[in-house]
């Protein structure tokens, strides 16, 4: 009997070791790696000048703790906000702490107002993690299902829906900030249009609101620009960042801009492990790899490549509802539950995901080439028209 509490319902398979996009199990077998451990695997598995880096920095200094000066952090920070136009970060180590500090943020803000019962807008389907707080402000009664009671604080509206949230601000004089995912991944991987998100800005300054945006998922160069907000014209006062910051290493990031910058004072928040030398060189040689590589515009041309064969091959199939997304964060919703495909495609030695029980998720490493992305489609199309016709 496994010794690791069940907390997951684990697929049959056991990798060993990567390369790229391509993962081996302990039989041997290799598999192609579409979903880069839900969107974590940046660089893809055992990139050399990432490991180089790693390697250099763990000879030299892992940890000190935050009681002292870290340059890493320094450094990260600089570049982070260079890249995002944001103020400032606080490193941690996760997405659901990232959003934790985010919502102390946005108390703080509220308090600092004389709300003393601050609330944020969150939205339907949406995923932000798994602690208390998180989970109450996410919109998965999955996820919070005998966990009762539920941190407070939270309005819930329905996601791409601004008169739901002009609504809101009519009735809730509490309300302090709206926490939203410019691309849901868990619900998902739905998308807001830039006119939302434009618009959502106008009434968060309107109501001198925060504009907290969780890129955990879609944030790093998935979409194809370094964060998705930059698809449109607009500055949030609070981003998370977490998943793919690190290309493995756990890292997340809170980055404050505007009125939400300078709220957190010595004392406020804290976290052993987080922005550790060795974690802010995994962020930092990250962001670094993706420049010199020009991941950027790859992420963009081969979503599109991959989108654009997903649609020549399911055009017509029967029960294939709708393949959007933007960049690598490419869902293929599908009119039936189709989690078994998950176990058809690692047959087939294809690695994908199910999300929101009928949409297929697809999270490739920013460096699969085109040539892999050939074979994600000559695998996948085949089992989905299958999977419809059966
Ligand atoms: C995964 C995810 C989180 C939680 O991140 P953890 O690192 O698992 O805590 C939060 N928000 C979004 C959008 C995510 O996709």
Known sequence: MSHVMNTYARLPVAFVRGEGAWLWDSEGKRYLDALSGIAVNTLGHAHPRFTAALNEQVGKLIHCSNIYEVQGQERLADKLCSLSGMQEVFFCNSGCEANEAAIKLARMYGHQQGIESPAIIVMEKAFHGRTLA??????????????????GGFVRVPYDDLEAIRQV????????????????????????????????RQICDEHNWLLMLDEVQCGMARTGKWFAFQHTGILPDVMTLAKGLGSGVPIGACLTAGKAAGLFKPGNHGSTFGGNPLACTA???????????????????????????????????????EIRGQGLMIGIELEKPCGDLVKLALAKGLLTNVTAENVIRLLPPLVMSKDEAQQLLDILCPLIKDFMQS
Do not use: C, M
């Open 169 to 200: 601000a009519q009735h809730n004089s509490h309300v302090v900030a709206v926490l939203v995912e410019p691309i849901q991944g868990e619900g998902g991987i739905r998308t807001l249009d830039i006119d939302y998100l434009e618009q959502l």
């Open 134 to 151: 998180t989970l109450s402000a996410t919109g998965n009664r999955k996820v919070q299902a005998g966990f009762e009671p539920l941190v």
């Open 283 to 321: 962020g930092l040689t990250t962001l670094n790899i993706i420049e010199q590589d020009k991941l950027l515009a790859h992420a963009d041309s081969l979503g599109r490549f991959i989108w654009q064969g997903l649609v020549t091959a399911l055009q017509g199939v029967n029960g294939v509802k």
